[in-house]
T-cell receptor, first 112, second 113 residues
Framework: KNQVEQSPQSLIILEGKNCTLQ??????????LRWYKQDTGRGPVSLTI?????NTKSNGRYTATLDADTKQSSLHITASQLSDSASYIC???????????FGKGTSLLVTP | KAGVTQTPRYLIKTRGQQVTLSCSPI?????VSWYQQTPGQGLQFLFE???????NKGNFPGRFSGRQFSNSRSEMNVSTLELGDSALYLC????????????FGSGTQLSVL
């Protein structure tokens, strides 16, 4: 069964600090991996999308990495801001039909 | 350009009733997909519509159905509501079927009492 596991489940950091969120998957065959940010009461917003051949992709202070060999991805947030407080969801797409596999998300709280 | 619009924003129903949720995609987007989000299960795919045809379906019972109109607007219907159907229902639109980048609406929060 295709799975996507995210860690940690929740995280609290001080404003200005960096943090890294992890995503491990077993989806095979693999098409792409996406990170979404979801603010409370809102729909998810796309941060990055990476295909098999991409190792790193950045979007402002967000940098995602992908190791397709170990089936691991990370999302690094630099110089965190209060507005980064949200749930971050890892989504892995297979190649069989419409095969989106969702992680349960990491809840990040940035405190002053 | 307006984003994905979902109505209503909040809904309270009782067990056994049915409900219809609406989704208006971004102008020019022809694919609409629906998701159920709960604290325990996270996001789960319900179905995807493209050009008024259901293209893919997730693992949900037949009580969950949907349709898409010629203007790409989509509706989702849940019949014979159960307590476990309480969730945030999200729709997303994209230019084409199975597109990598999805644009989500803010969702409809359904509570079943």
């Amino acid at each position: 069964k295709n799975q996507v596991e995210q860690s940690p489940q929740s995280l609290i950091i001080l404003e200005g600090k960096n943090c890294t969120l992890q995503c491990n998957y077993t989806v095979s065959p693999f098409s792409n991996l996406r990170w979404y940010k979801q603010d409370t009461g809102r729909g998810p917003v796309s941060l990055t999308i990476m295909t098999f051949s991409e190792n790193t992709k950045s979007n402002g202070r967000y940098t995602a990495t992908l190791d397709a060999d170990t089936k691991q991805s990370s999302l690094h947030i630099t110089a965190s801001q209060l507005s980064d407080s949200a749930s971050y969801i890892c989504v892995v797409s297979g190649t069989a039909g419409y095969a989106l596999n969702f992680g349960k998300g990491t809840s990040l709280l940035v405190t002053p | 350009k307006a984003g994905v619009t979902q109505t209503p924003r909040y809904l309270i129903k009782t067990r056994g009733q049915q409900v219809t949720l609406s989704c208006s995609p971004i102008s020019g987007h022809r694919s609409v997909s629906w998701y159920q989000q709960t604290p325990g299960q996270g996001l789960q795919f319900l179905f995807e519509y493209f050009s008024e045809t259901q293209r893919n379906k997730g693992n949900f019972p037949g009580r969950f159905s949907g349709r898409q109109f010629s203007n790409s607007r989509s509706e989702m219907n849940v019949s014979t509501l159960e307590l476990g159907d309480s969730a945030l229902y999200l729709c997303a639109s994209s230019h084409r079927q199975g597109a990598e980048k999805l644009f989500f609406g803010s969702g409809t929060q359904l509570s079943v009492l």
